[in-house]
């Protein structure tokens, strides 16, 4: 795991001295992505500059270190990730006559590309990855990323330059960047609490979509490809979708499953796994005790707060499991501790509360062991999202009611008192309760004047929608959101819905949390539930081996009861958040004041003063809880003062 960036200068080129200062900067605004090494490699004639810094996982000798150059001459690669298979990659070029000089997985990939040609070598990768190789003879940069978009790779050509890295502050330190704000990405950000792909909070600076090749010539052409698509996945899955039993789903599963997180315990240095004590987590926790003699390191921290907390679910796992299990509890004072930091951890706005005790999670997790397996991806693939069965059961209010009825319901749940009916909930016996009812009740009142499920489905992920959002004069990009044709080719609505999250919120916010949460303290975080063979898997089963009788993840939890008791882990979903909406009101009150005063909208000249301070007034009263809407001005308005200068806005 590391961090990769570089640039190539098409037009007006700088000498080598030049060249090397500029790449050793962008290198060390991203140090803390691989404190183990520094590494630059530079070709002055045609003006490329590649630079990595090194989180060393695999071979820890100096054979491993990176910018790495083929055993021909001809290719330079920075590599930012793992392969998880290979070793099979390099038992095949073996066969082929292939010389190592190291045990690394940079190697093999870059002697792959040598031997088989980029594309194919890629096709071939199991991982997750985000790279650029260099072509010396064709004279072109290829830059690539993983199959599910696990790992970040940004780009941009400005001023005759092409720019990339692993995050945005590399890009931004080259002294030919020009950070203008996107408005429309703006807009797209208070929808939905991240910047969706491809765009970026820049304009003239993108994403490259998980599952993509760019291949960049001499001239700054580029062409954008997909090597793997889960559309294509999804689409093949439709239309000869396996016809199993039960049991054979299971026990497909439960093999594929179990190659994933044995070839990802793979590593050189100490492996963990994060343990929430959820269905995911769980799961791959017991398969990978499962798998190993020794104890299993396993990590869960917990709140004092009704609620929010799930440790003591994790440490009944992990005593049944028999890990070694660390907990922390963390207090207010700890996790407020983290808020002012966030802008330099995410460097575009990032409206995720969860990436509060994400960090902290990691931070424990650092102190005793460099890499770490978590349960991300399964509510995406299996259909695990409570939202998923919420959405159904609003589409069965006949839409055929009249618009005004359904207007004066709508008014009237808006009427609800929010904040009081979510302390209520709180304290209904467990297999009553239900997490933020007043806000999922208002939620579900503004959601009964839409027409039609994919609508209903976009205002119920929205935070902000089109009517009230506060940034002035904007036009949001639109995305598979707004993708008519979806809904005939995948007509299911629950499958709909998990496709919709996979290409967009899984990438966007889930994994971007994990990756700048992980990489801040320079711990590798895996997703063996990502695995495209996994994803490939899960699209294949019938949807009612994924959700069935009111329950997600199905065929999840079968595989898991083999190892865990299902009183373990069957309990409502609670999610990993934190109390945001009372710290708002109590402790992180003067900071949200300062942030949302009047005179501070105002003077950034992108958001509506009026729109905002009015809910601020809502959310102190106690009536409404506006706690998601408000987190992301807040971070909004961080970031701003953080990175973006006021003519640039």
Not at 280 to 286: G, K
Not at 309 to 333: F, I, K, Q, S, W
Not at 547 to 568: C, T
Request: aromatic share 8%; with cysteine.
């Amino acid at each position: 795991m590391c961090g990769i960036a570089g640039f190539w200068q098409f037009a007006k080129r700088t000498s080598a001295a030049e060249m090397g200062a500029v790449a050793q900067a962008m290198a060390a605004s991203i140090e803390h992505r691989g404190p183990d090494g520094r590494g630059c490699w530079i070709d002055e004639t045609v003006g490329v500059a590649l630079t990595h810094l090194r989180l060393a996982i695999i071979d820890l000798s100096p054979l491993g270190a990176q910018p790495m150059t083929s055993g021909n001459g001809r290719f330079v690669i920075v590599f930012n990730g793992e392969l998880y298979n290979y070793k099979d990659m390099r038992h095949d070029l073996e066969g082929d006559g292939i010389v190592f000089r190291s045990e690394s997985d940079t190697e093999v990939l870059l002697e792959a590309c040598a031997h088989w040609g980029i594309r194919r070598a890629i096709e071939k990768c199991n991982g997750m990855f985000a790279l650029a190789i260099y072509d010396r003879a064709e004279r072109h940069l290829i830059l690539a990323r993983d199959h599910m978009g696990i790992k970040p790779l940004y780009w941009a050509m400005m001023e005759g330059n092409l720019l990339f890295g692993s995050e945005l502050k590399a890009l931004r330190t080259h002294p030919r960047f020009e950070a203008r704000l996107d408005r429309a990405a703006a807009a797209s950000f208070f929808r939905f609490a991240y910047v969706p792909s491809p765009a970026t909070i820049y304009e003239d600076v993108r994403k490259l979509p998980p599952g993509h090749i760019m291949t960049v010539e001499t001239d700054g052409s580029y062409d954008i490809v997909p090597y793997w698509s889960l559309a294509d996945v999804a689409a093949k899955a439709l239309v000869s979708r396996r016809r199993i039993s039960d049991q054979d789903a299971v026990d497909g599963l439960e093999c594929v499953l179990r190659d994933a997180v044995a070839r990802q315990m793979v590593a050189d240095v100490p492996v963990g796994v994060l343990l929430s004590g959820g269905i995911d987590s769980s799961t791959v926790a017991a398969l990978a005790q499962a798998q190993n003699r020794q104890q299993v390191r396993s990590f869960a921290i917990g709140f004092h707060v009704d609620g929010y907390n799930e440790a003591d679910h994790a440490a009944a796992v992990a005593r049944h499991l028999g890990t070694e299990h660390t907990e922390l509890y963390v207090d207010a004072a700890m996790a407020l501790d983290v808020v002012p930091r966030l802008p330099q951890m995410y460097d575009e706005p990032f409206g995720d509360c969860s990436q509060i005790p994400t960090h902290l999670v990691s931070a424990l997790t650092r102190r005793h062991v460099t890499v770490v397996l978590s349960g991300d991806g399964g509510d995406e693939l299996f259909g695990g999202y409570e939202r998923y069965f919420h959405a159904r059961h609003l589409t069965r209010i006949p839409m055929a009611m009249p618009v005004t009825a359904r207007r004066l319901l709508a008014r009237l749940l808006a009427r609800l008192p929010m904040q009081a009916l979510d302390t209520a909930s709180a304290h209904l016996p467990s297999r009553l309760r239900l997490q933020r009812l007043g806000t999922k009740l208002s939620k579900a009142g503004a959601m009964l004047t839409e027409r039609g499920h994919d609508m209903l489905y976009r205002r119920l992920m929205s935070h902000w929608t089109e009517e009230d959002n506060p940034v002035l004069d904007a036009q949001e990009h639109q995305n598979v959101f707004w993708d008519a044709g979806l809904a005939e080719r995948v007509p299911h609505f629950t499958e709909r819905m998990q496709f919709i999250d996979s290409v967009t919120y899984l990438p966007d916010d889930i994994l971007v949390k994990v990756d700048r949460a992980s990489m801040s303290v320079a711990l590798e975080a895996r997703v063996p539930l990502l695995d495209p063979r996994v994803a490939a898997y899960a699209w294949s089963l019938a949807p009612h081996q994924r959700v069935r009788g009111g329950m997600g993840k199905w065929v999840l939890r079968q595989v898991l009861y083999r190892h865990v008791p299902p009183a373990l882990v069957d309990r409502p979903k609670m999610g990993f958040g934190v109390p945001i909406g009372e710290w708002l009101r109590g402790p992180l009150r003067e900071w949200c004041e300062d942030l949302l005063s009047e005179r501070s909208l105002a003077a950034g000249g992108i958001l509506r003063p009026n729109v905002i301070r009015a809910r601020w007034q809502e959310h102190l009263s106690g009536r409404v809880n506006w706690q998601y809407p408000l987190w992301d001005v807040l971070m909004f308005e961080s970031w701003r003062r953080a990175w973006l200068r006021p003519s640039t806005a």
